[in-house]
């Protein structure tokens, strides 16, 4: 009987704690309205988009699935699906704050995502929802300016030189950061801002692997305020790098065309050798026979 | 001077009438014959389910691609080269008291190197494009030597298992009426009509002694050739070079086993103890003894080199089996399977026939579980950490037809070897009456 009253309680527990779950779950996930009408500084573009699946990809469909399929991981409270009304429905400011900061299950992602990588995923959640519309803030009749690069590279200090001009003025003051784009991902040379003459000096390391040409491919991107311009150029800074295959030389673990000779010649030297012999012992069953028979001939 | 046969005196006539007894096809064998083709039967039927459903009916996964299958091929491999050593080094030395034991090795060699073949297959998820591999094989790939080898292991060992087999059979053609019409025609044929004629026999010597020696590098290298599919690829625990030489040595001393539990079963079936005698057990089993040790000796150079330099890949998988998950098993194979079983054979009692053929049977387990132990763990620790996969590949478990299929090649290597045996003297005849007739003088 004791052990009875026991289970009811263990129940009891349980159902309690699951109602808890419930209600921590239907709890508003408070955003102040000040991190609500926050706005993203740039206009969402595809190559926002691009690099914002990739990192959605990586980090947030294991729980959430792939936006649209309602596929997300079954846990109390529910991940929900990016592309459904529960995600789409919300303010740009309120999916950044709450990515930023996360709840329960949902990991915090403040210190993984630099703030211009939190705003691509929202760029590509949002590429699921036709109807959305990015929000232009409100500058107060201040125009964003249009920014154009210029690139150089100084071989004699190994110094990618960035120049930011709007109009035709140099653009003091204005975050430029640079990357070598590579076959699986993009490598950082810095990140600095231009100085009064509107340039940014980074460091490249002129060890860098380029192409047949001795090219890299350099992305660069300046941004101040909500003025964004990016560049991508490939620039003649190394030395070519003369491509061999990983397996080149090593003939024993190539193509069977590129079989080194020595190979080749003594296994198949040796098996035709050792079947000649078996062939050779197989038709002298015929002499065995006719030894037999020899005999006889001369007996009769 | 050979004192391994018993000393009673024995007629031509007599030796003919024992050692031709056991060609029959009586009732008792018949009954054998049938429970061990049901058996077979219903091995096949697994089988069938593997070919219909792929291997995903075994226990094999990604990780673990080389399970009780490839263990069970190395295992069959190393069984076999016992042929090579007992009628081929020991015969062309002249060691005369193997000559009665010679013809039961090469069965053991026929009947083990046959079925290997047929294992490899078994192994493949696709054996309709079995032909792809001699079409299409790279000559680098270890895996083209094997077959190539394998394959031509056997054609040696059918032909030496049948060319000192002529004129014994041509002595059945002659003595044996009672026989089925189309075995008297299977004798005509085979006999290539042997007379016993001093030329014959000078070509069967000349061809005998062609393929004795062809044997002995065709038979290393077979083994040696299937360590190096392991020993060839960069792994832990594989990573070897002296896995040919530890591979043969250990092919030694499961083949011996199998042919003292072949030598038991032909004694006590056949009433053969005049010419199987318990003098022979006694001589195999030292030679047994002599193979384990070479064994143990590179079993000790296996382990403590790679478990000496503590931090590597290699000394990890050392730890594993001396006291990690594979320990259990790899001291019974070690204790239990080699250790024990050798020092137990080093009394004189023990090599009499019954303890030395349980003893056997002790040491053959052991070594098809050495196998297992040699190929599968190291599957399981690859450089790369196994992650992000199903948990069921973090191991590897045999499943019920993989177990069924692999107890399938022992049965045909049963029936190849019950067949054989009932078809042919398990003892070369001409030979004994020869080596009698030279004792009597």
Not at chain 2, 163 to 180: G, Q, S, T
Not at chain 2, 240 to 262: D, E, H, L, M
């Given at each position: 009987?004791?052990y009875?009253?026991?289970?009811?309680?263990?129940?009891?527990?349980?159902?309690?704690?699951?109602?808890m779950a419930?209600?921590?779950?239907?709890?508003?996930?408070?955003v102040?309205?000040?991190?609500?009408?926050?706005?993203s500084p740039?206009?969402?573009d595809?190559?926002?988009?691009?690099e914002?699946?990739?990192?959605?990809?990586?980090?947030?469909?294991?729980?959430?699935?792939?936006?649209?399929q309602?596929?997300?991981?079954?846990?109390?409270p529910?991940p929900?699906?990016?592309?459904?009304?529960q995600f789409?429905?919300?303010?740009?400011?309120?999916?950044?704050?709450?990515?930023?900061?996360?709840?329960g299950?949902?990991?915090?992602f403040?210190?993984?995502?630099?703030d211009?990588?939190?705003?691509?995923i929202?760029?590509?959640i949002?590429?699921?929802n036709?109807?959305?519309?990015?929000?232009?803030p409100?500058l107060g009749?201040?125009?964003i300016?249009?920014?154009?690069?210029?690139l150089?590279f100084?071989?004699?200090?190994?110094?990618?030189?960035?120049?930011?001009?709007?109009?035709?003025?140099?653009?003091p003051?204005?975050?430029?950061s640079?990357?070598?784009?590579?076959?699986?991902?993009?490598?950082?040379?810095?990140?600095?801002?231009?100085?009064?003459?509107?340039?940014?000096?980074?460091d490249v390391?002129?060890?860098l692997?380029?192409?047949a040409?001795?090219?890299l491919?350099?992305?660069v991107?300046?941004?101040?305020?909500?003025a964004?311009?990016?560049?991508?150029?490939?620039?003649?800074?190394?030395?070519?790098?003369?491509?061999?295959?990983?397996?080149?030389?090593?003939?024993?673990?190539?193509t069977?065309?590129?079989?080194p000779?020595?190979?080749?010649v003594?296994?198949?030297?040796?098996?035709?050798?050792?079947?000649?012999?078996l062939?050779?012992?197989?038709?002298?069953f015929?002499?065995i026979?006719k030894?037999?028979?020899?005999?006889?001939?001369?007996?009769? | 001077?050979?004192?391994?046969?018993?000393?009673?005196?024995?007629?031509?006539?007599?030796?003919?009438?024992?050692?031709?007894k056991?060609?029959?096809?009586g009732?008792?064998?018949?009954?054998w014959?049938?429970f061990?083709?049901?058996s077979?039967?219903?091995?096949?039927?697994?089988?069938?389910?593997?070919?219909?459903?792929?291997?995903?009916?075994?226990?094999?996964?990604?990780y673990?691609?080389w399970?009780?299958?490839?263990s069970?091929?190395?295992?069959f491999?190393?069984?076999?080269?016992?042929?090579m050593?007992?009628?081929?080094?020991l015969?062309?030395?002249?060691?005369?008291w193997?000559k009665?034991?010679?013809?039961?090795?090469?069965?053991?060699?026929?009947a083990?190197?046959?079925?290997?073949?047929?294992i490899?297959?078994?192994?493949?998820g696709?054996?309709?494009?079995?032909?792809?591999?001699?079409m299409?094989?790279?000559v680098q790939?270890?895996?083209?030597?094997?077959?190539?080898v394998?394959?031509?292991y056997?054609?040696?060992?059918?032909?030496?298992?049948?060319i000192?087999?002529?004129?014994?059979i041509?002595?059945?053609r002659?003595?044996?009426?009672?026989?089925?019409?189309?075995q008297?025609?299977m004798?005509?044929?085979?006999a290539l009509?042997?007379?016993?004629?001093?030329?014959?026999?000078k070509?069967m010597?000349n061809?005998?002694?062609i393929?004795l020696?062809?044997?002995?590098?065709?038979?290393?290298?077979?083994?040696?050739?299937?360590?190096w599919?392991?020993?060839?690829?960069?792994?832990?625990?594989?990573?070897?070079?002296?896995?040919g030489p530890y591979?043969v040595?250990?092919?030694?001393v499961?083949?011996?086993?199998?042919?003292?539990?072949t030598?038991?079963f032909?004694?006590?079936?056949?009433?053969?103890?005049k010419?199987?005698?318990?003098?022979?057990?006694?001589?195999?089993?030292?030679?047994?003894?002599?193979?384990?040790?070479v064994?143990?000796y590179?079993?000790?150079?296996e382990?403590?080199?790679?478990a000496?330099k503590?931090?590597t890949?290699?000394?990890?998988h050392?730890?594993?089996?001396?006291?990690?998950?594979e320990?259990?098993?790899?001291?019974m194979v070690?204790?239990?399977?080699?250790?024990?079983?050798?020092?137990?054979?080093?009394?004189?009692?023990?090599?009499?026939?019954?303890?030395?053929?349980l003893?056997?049977?002790?040491i053959l387990?052991?070594?098809?579980?050495?196998?297992?132990?040699?190929?599968?763990p190291?599957?399981?620790?690859?450089?790369?950490?196994?992650?992000?996969?199903p948990?069921?590949?973090?191991?590897?478990?045999?499943?019920?037809?993989?177990?069924?299929?692999?107890t399938?090649?022992?049965?045909?290597?049963?029936?190849?070897m019950?067949?054989?045996?009932?078809?042919?003297?398990v003892?070369?005849?001409?030979?004994?009456?020869?080596e009698i007739?030279?004792?009597?003088?």
């Amino acid at each position: 009987m004791n052990y009875f009253k026991y289970y009811k309680s263990i129940i009891l527990i349980c159902l309690c704690s699951l109602v808890m779950a419930n209600v921590q779950a239907q709890n508003e996930w408070e955003v102040t309205t000040e991190q609500d009408k926050n706005l993203s500084p740039f206009m969402f573009d595809d190559e926002m988009v691009l690099e914002g699946k990739i990192s959605y990809e990586n980090s947030c469909t294991s729980c959430h699935g792939m936006p649209g399929q309602a596929d997300y991981t079954p846990m109390a409270p529910p991940p929900g699906d990016p592309g459904s009304n529960q995600f789409q429905l919300q303010n740009d400011g309120a999916l950044f704050h709450k990515i930023k900061l996360g709840r329960g299950a949902m990991p915090k992602f403040e210190d993984v995502f630099a703030d211009d990588e939190t705003w691509n995923i929202i760029a590509y959640i949002r590429s699921f929802n036709e109807n959305y519309k990015q929000p232009i803030p409100d500058l107060g009749g201040v125009e964003i300016p249009k920014y154009d690069l210029k690139l150089a590279f100084d071989e004699n200090v190994d110094k990618l030189v960035v120049k930011v001009f709007s109009k035709e003025i140099p653009q003091p003051e204005v975050e430029v950061s640079a990357f070598v784009k590579g076959t699986f991902g993009k490598l950082l040379l810095g990140k600095i801002q231009t100085n009064e003459l509107g340039i940014a000096y980074l460091d490249v390391d002129p060890k860098l692997p380029g192409d047949a040409e001795g090219k890299l491919h350099i992305m660069v991107k300046a941004t101040k305020g909500y003025a964004l311009a990016k560049l991508n150029q490939k620039m003649k800074i190394v030395q070519p790098t003369i491509r061999k295959s990983a397996i080149e030389g090593r003939h024993i673990w190539s193509t069977d065309k590129m079989a080194p000779i020595w190979l080749k010649v003594s296994f198949f030297i040796t098996i035709f050798g050792v079947w000649a012999v078996l062939f050779f012992i197989v038709f002298g069953f015929r002499n065995i026979k006719k030894a037999g028979r020899e005999d006889d001939v001369m007996i009769e | 001077m050979n004192d391994t046969l018993s000393k009673e005196i024995l007629t031509d006539d007599q030796i003919e009438q024992d050692l031709l007894k056991n060609i029959n096809w009586g009732n008792k064998f018949k009954l054998w014959l049938a429970f061990l083709a049901v058996s077979l039967i219903i091995c096949l039927y697994f089988y069938y389910q593997q070919i219909e459903h792929g291997l995903g009916v075994t226990g094999l996964h990604d990780y673990v691609s080389w399970g009780i299958y490839i263990s069970n091929f190395v295992f069959f491999v190393a069984t076999s080269l016992i042929g090579m050593l007992i009628s081929s080094v020991l015969g062309l030395m002249n060691v005369s008291w193997v000559k009665p034991l010679a013809r039961i090795a090469e069965l053991v060699a026929v009947a083990f190197a046959m079925v290997a073949g047929l294992i490899i297959i078994t192994d493949m998820g696709r054996p309709d494009r079995l032909l792809n591999v001699f079409m299409h094989g790279r000559v680098q790939s270890p895996i083209v030597w094997d077959i190539a080898v394998v394959v031509t292991y056997v054609a040696i060992s059918i032909l030496l298992l049948y060319i000192p087999l002529l004129p014994d059979i041509a002595l059945c053609r002659d003595k044996l009426k009672n026989v089925p019409k189309w075995q008297q025609k299977m004798y005509k044929i085979l006999a290539l009509g042997w007379k016993g004629k001093a030329k014959q026999f000078k070509l069967m010597n000349n061809y005998t002694r062609i393929l004795l020696i062809l044997i002995i590098p065709i038979a290393l290298s077979i083994h040696t050739v299937t360590s190096w599919l392991f020993a060839m690829t960069l792994r832990s625990g594989w990573d070897s070079p002296i896995f040919g030489p530890y591979f043969v040595s250990g092919a030694f001393v499961a083949g011996c086993a199998a042919v003292i539990i072949t030598m038991y079963f032909f004694q006590k079936n056949y009433k053969l103890d005049k010419y199987i005698t318990i003098d022979h057990f006694d001589r195999m089993g030292r030679l047994l003894v002599l193979v384990a040790l070479v064994y143990v000796y590179f079993n000790i150079n296996e382990i403590i080199v790679p478990a000496y330099k503590t931090n590597t890949a290699d000394a990890k998988h050392v730890q594993e089996m001396l006291s990690g998950h594979e320990s259990i098993m790899f001291w019974m194979v070690q204790l239990g399977g080699l250790i024990i079983p050798f020092l137990l054979i080093l009394f004189r009692p023990m090599r009499r026939p019954l303890p030395l053929m349980l003893i056997s049977i002790v040491i053959l387990t052991g070594a098809w579980f050495k196998r297992v132990l040699i190929v599968v763990p190291t599957q399981l620790a690859p450089y790369y950490p196994i992650q992000n996969v199903p948990e069921k590949w973090t191991h590897y478990m045999p499943t019920v037809p993989e177990i069924a299929i692999t107890t399938g090649s022992f049965i045909l290597v049963l029936i190849i070897m019950s067949v054989l045996a009932k078809l042919f003297p398990v003892i070369p005849i001409w030979e004994i009456k020869e080596e009698i007739n030279h004792n009597k003088n």
